[in-house]
């Protein structure tokens, strides 16, 4: 059974940062990509960052990029997403997710097959 548990989140003020953390079960977690996405209420979920399986190869959404840094540990199955000089626009709920090989683009959370339960962070301004 493939589990991912998202910590990390909470309230912060403009400008602060906070360090997402996504432990990793039940998958061969080294052959994964993988990703995080955010939802803000009543919005659609959206690409945020991603890391390769392959290659070391890390991808952001244009208005995380110089802010946010994935990265991961394969020995420990965990998947990190440090975020400086958040926004009030970066308040959303936060979800890791596990990508399914050759399945097209980083930034559509349709090729991905497995999602954390999300962790909320909210920015004050």
């Known amino acids: 059974q493939v589990q991912l548990v998202e910590s990390g989140g909470g309230l912060v003020q403009a400008g602060g940062s906070l360090r997402l953390s996504c432990a990793a079960s039940g998958l061969a977690f080294s052959s994964y990509s993988m990703g995080w996405f955010r939802q803000p209420l009543g919005k659609e979920r959206d690409f945020v960052a991603a890391?390769?399986?392959?290659?070391?190869?890390?991808y952001y959404a244009e208005s995380v990029k110089g802010r946010f840094t994935i990265s991961r540990d394969n020995a420990k199955n965990t998947l990190d997403l440090r975020m400086n000089s958040l926004e009030p626009e970066d308040t959303a709920v936060y979800y890791c997710a596990a990508r399914r090989p050759y399945s097209g683009s980083y930034r559509s959370a349709q090729g991905y097959a497995y999602w954390g339960q999300g962790t909320q962070v909210t920015v004050s301004s």
């Open positions: 890391f390769s399986s392959v290659g070391g190869n890390t």
